[in-house]
C-alpha cells in the first residue's frame, strides 16, 4: 500500500460527528497531497461552519495521519470555499445513506 493509500485509509477512520460517514467519504477532503519526504498536505471543509468540532476535527485528522508511518509532517488547512453540500456527496455515499 502507498504512503496516500495508507493515508486514505486513516481519513476514513475520522468520521463526521453529524453525519455517519467518515470525512473523506463524504467527500470533505478537497485535497491530499503527499511528497517524496512524506509531508503530506490536506485541504478539508466541513458539513457548515458551525460543525461543533470544528476546532477539533482539523486538529484530529492532523494527529491521525501524523501517527502513519512514513509521514514526517502534516498540515491541515480548513477551508469553507467551495462550501460542501450534499451534492457532493461521492455515489457510494448516497448509497450508504439511502439516498439513491
Known amino acids: ?5 495508507q493515508i486514505i485509509a486513516v ?6 460527528p453529524e453525519i455517519p ?5 463524504l ?12 509531508r503530506v498536505r490536506i ?3 466541513l ?3 458551525h460543525c461543533p468540532v470544528a476546532e477539533a476535527l482539523p ?7 501524523s501517527e502513519v508511518p512514513g509521514v514526517s509532517e502534516v498540515q491541515v488547512e480548513l477551508t469553507w470555499d467551495p462550501p460542501w453540500t450534499m451534492e457532493k456527496l461521492p455515489e ?9
Not at 1 to 5: D, G, V
Not at 21 to 25: H, K, N, R, V, W
Open 1 to 5: 500500500m502507498t504512503l496516500e493509500q
Open 92 to 100: 457510494t455515499a448516497r448509497l450508504q445513506l439511502g439516498l439513491l
Open 11 to 16: 481519513l476514513r477512520t475520522v468520521y463526521d
Open 43 to 45: 485541504v478539508m471543509t
Open 47 to 49: 458539513t457548515t461552519p
Open 59 to 65: 486538529q484530529t485528522v492532523k494527529s491521525k495521519v
Open 21 to 25: 460517514l467518515s470525512i473523506y467519504d
Open 27 to 38: 467527500g470533505l477532503v478537497y485535497e491530499l497531497n503527499v511528497d517524496a519526504s512524506g
